[in-house]
């Protein structure tokens, strides 16, 4: 059956992602929803969006949503434009490109990270990188707070919600805490996929979190960057 599958925060983990879409053996009658942060930290940010490129061109179906590292991603390349500073940018992102500074980023990468829309709206899902602003009339209308809003479950509006579950990445919890929170959501009707991934020296996280939004079931793969 075609599955709706959500991940997050893959930050530069090209590898762990190629060993998790093998894990989940996606094929092409699938959907995949990337909620951002596809670059810094880890060691191959370019290799993730290649991957996601390729994927696309091959007729996978690749949605993807931006995070707050596409967004300073491409916030420091046009400042570096701008001021000639040369000294901006994650320097793993700048490695996975053999780039000295962010302006040998190739552009299209950055066009790309500049136009990714910031959330998605599926039957029974919202999907987002952070979370939303319930302070906001419209919690979809704070474009900051899509990619970088923290601690807002008390705000959670469920009346505006409705029967959705929100789910998003951005603030790193324990591969237990993504398994607690996935028990409880007639409780807090929202899903943290980011188990920190990129945390690989870690216990508690160095999990990259896939979340079957059709079969409702979590899906954990060890970071495999550096076997
Ligand atoms: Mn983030």
Redesign the pocket.
């Known amino acids: 059956m075609a599955r709706a599958i959500a991940l997050s925060?893959i930050h530069g983990c090209n590898r762990t992602l190629l060993a998790m879409l093998d894990l989940l053996a996606v094929s092409k009658a699938d959907t995949l929803y990337f909620l951002?942060?596809y670059v810094d930290r880890g060691p191959d940010s370019k290799g993730v969006i290649d991957t996601i490129w390729r994927m696309q061109s091959e007729g996978y179906q690749v949605h993807c949503l931006m995070?707050?590292?596409e967004a300073m991603t491409v916030k420091d390349y046009d400042e570096a434009r701008l001021t000639g500073r040369a000294d901006l940018g994650d320097a793993h992102l700048l490695s996975s490109f053999f780039a000295r500074s962010i302006l040998e980023v190739p552009v299209e990468y950055l066009n790309w990270m500049r136009n990714l829309p910031r959330f998605a709206e599926i039957p029974g899902y919202i999907l987002v990188?952070?979370g939303l602003n319930f302070n906001e009339q419209d919690p979809f209308s704070n474009q900051d707070s899509l990619?970088w809003i923290r601690d807002w479950y008390n705000d959670l509006n469920r009346e505006w919600l409705e029967d959705r579950l929100i789910v998003h990445?951005?603030?790193p919890i324990s591969v237990e805490a993504v398994k607690t929170m996935f028990k409880r959501h007639a409780e807090l009707p929202v899903q943290d996929i980011?188990s920190g991934a990129v945390f690989y020296t870690s216990n508690i996280y160095g999990k990259l979190c896939a979340f079957d939004l059709t079969n409702r079931a979590l899906v954990f793969q060890p970071n495999v960057e550096y076997l």
């Open positions: 925060d951002g942060d995070g707050n590292h990188h952070a990619i990445g951005h603030t980011d």
